[in-house]
């Protein structure tokens, strides 16, 4: 028997427990593959989380995207979705909660997030063009790149240092904006590519004031802004939090405030809005909407779809709605957080301040030993899988990809494997499971060898890339 009393989560860290606004309903079984099991499973995938079958992994962590459970409500409106061609109701409802939650005039539906950008980066971006943006994501970049955009990062610094605390790491260094527009001149703007949070610097949020001051400053050049708004309703919380004079502002409003100073966003609908499938891009401007619904047609399917049935729009409506509850929001961060507390607990590198959607563990730190070009992130992200069946997911030198003009592997300063929370999915047991499988991985960090890659795919290698561990 153990000589300890037990203390709940709240007693544990010195104060009331909280608990998630929901209740479960309906279950899906999991299954524990055993170590032979995974051993032959990380083999066959070589060593890469994403060539996994899910059947082969326990907890899924590889990513929020599409992985979050739908409520009742988003279930029952699965069942009106009314799938005419043209018109369909669903998406009358869809174009309301847009305008109405985040205030933009004209809605444009995709099947997902990088569908929006392909559409808007053809609409805006002419060759030779430079989008300076916070910090680079991975299908962000290469949608402005194959538009003939050069990707130019201006975040702060502070966000490339995974120990810095700076409470808003997400923001855009107005120095590093201007020195660039005085180079290329404004004319050679596309426009600026702002996301809140950044999901590459760990999901890190971006301040109010920071982006009123980005405004400001793209007024004086007549620069426009475009928002990546996949995970803006966590940016909100932070914003909540931090920021002097939000405490009394509901999520819903600082959402509403924040995309009143650009001129439209797109969205990974399959993050924030708690469905498996979705997107859109929202604009103001009349002339850019025509162009865009245009777009729409030939790659994604009519304006009043674009690429969704009714019924993915319809629980996409109601996930919008369901996104922006403030109780949502603090326990969807508070689980995050909670893993993230465990970690630190136990001195284990991560990135801090703990992020929006997931823990970042620093590979660096982790196994100083193995040198960035032998993924050290992707060999982690392995090492975790075979502990215990956790999937996880590499976010460094893989994921960065190669210069698109010398070829040479690009070397991001942050080299991280992300354990990625889906939404209303797992419990605080699931996330004890992870934790105590990333401890017993970093307890046996010294015995690590990195990987070599294998086979490398042109385009966002760190999908089908393959690897084998170096001997
Ligand atoms: C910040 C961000 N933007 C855009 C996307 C692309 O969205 P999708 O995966 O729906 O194409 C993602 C997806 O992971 C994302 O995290």
Redesign the pocket.
């Known amino acids: 028997m153990p000589n300890t009393t037990p203390r709940t989560m709240g007693q544990q860290f010195g104060r009331r427990s909280w608990a998630e606004p929901w209740k479960i309903n309906m279950v899906e079984p999991l299954h524990v593959p055993t170590r032979t099991q995974r051993e032959g499973a990380l083999r066959e995938a070589g060593y890469n989380s994403f060539l996994l079958r899910s059947d082969d992994v326990y907890i899924d962590l590889l990513?929020d995207?599409g992985t979050s459970a739908m409520s009742d409500r988003q279930w029952a409106g699965i069942m009106l979705g009314d799938e005419a061609y043209a018109g369909s109701r669903n998406f009358y409802h869809l174009e309301e909660a847009v305008q109405r939650y985040y205030g933009y005039r004209h809605l444009i539906p995709t099947h997902?997030?990088?569908g929006a950008?392909h559409l808007l980066s053809r609409a805006v971006i002419t060759p030779g063009q430079y989008v300076p943006g916070n910090m680079y994501?991975t299908?962000?970049r290469l949608h402005q790149e194959l538009a003939g955009g050069t990707f130019v990062d201006v975040i702060i610094d502070e966000a490339h240092d995974p120990e810095n605390l700076h409470p808003f790491k997400g923001n855009v260094d107005l120095g590093k904006l201007e020195a660039l527009i005085a180079r290329v001149g404004a004319d050679k703007i596309a426009y600026v590519s702002l996301?809140g949070t950044v999901?590459m610097a760990g999901g890190q949020p971006v301040s109010l004031a920071n982006v009123k001051a980005l405004r400001a400053l793209c007024d004086r050049y007549g620069i426009r802004i475009y928002l990546?708004a996949?995970?803006l309703v966590e940016n909100a919380l932070f914003i909540q939090e931090r920021e002097d004079g939000y405490q009394d502002t509901r999520i819903a409003a600082i959402v509403k405030e924040l995309c009143r100073y650009t001129d439209g966003a797109w969205m990974?609908a399959?993050?924030d809005h708690l469905v498996n499938i979705g997107?859109w891009l929202a604009v103001n401007d009349q002339e850019l909407f025509d162009t865009l619904r245009n777009l729409v047609v030939i790659y994604e399917g009519l304006h009043t779809y674009g690429g969704m049935a009714g019924r993915d729009m319809e629980a996409l409506a109601i996930g919008i709605a369901e996104s922006m509850q403030d109780d949502h929001v603090r326990a969807r961060v508070g689980q995050v957080r909670y893993l993230g507390d465990l970690l630190l607990a136990w001195d284990i590198p991560i990135v801090q301040p703990v992020g929006g959607h997931a823990i970042f563990l620093d590979a660096k730190r982790f196994y100083p030993h193995i040198p960035q070009e032998q993924f050290p992130a992707q060999a982690l992200t392995a090492a975790l899988y075979l502990d215990s069946g956790v999937r996880a997911m590499e976010r460094g030198i893989v994921s960065a990809g190669r210069d698109p003009e010398t070829g040479a592997d690009r070397r991001p300063a942050l080299e991280l494997t992300r354990l990625t929370i889906p939404r209303r999915v797992y419990t605080q047991a699931h996330m004890d499971v992870a934790a105590e499988s990333v401890k017993a991985v970093y307890d046996a960090r010294q015995t690590m060898r990195g990987l070599r890659m294998i086979y490398e795919p042109k385009y966002l290698r760190f999908f089908q890339a393959r690897f084998e561990p170096l001997r």
């Open positions: 990513t995207s997902q997030g990088r950008e994501f299908t962000t996301a999901n990546d996949t995970r990974s399959k993050k997107g």
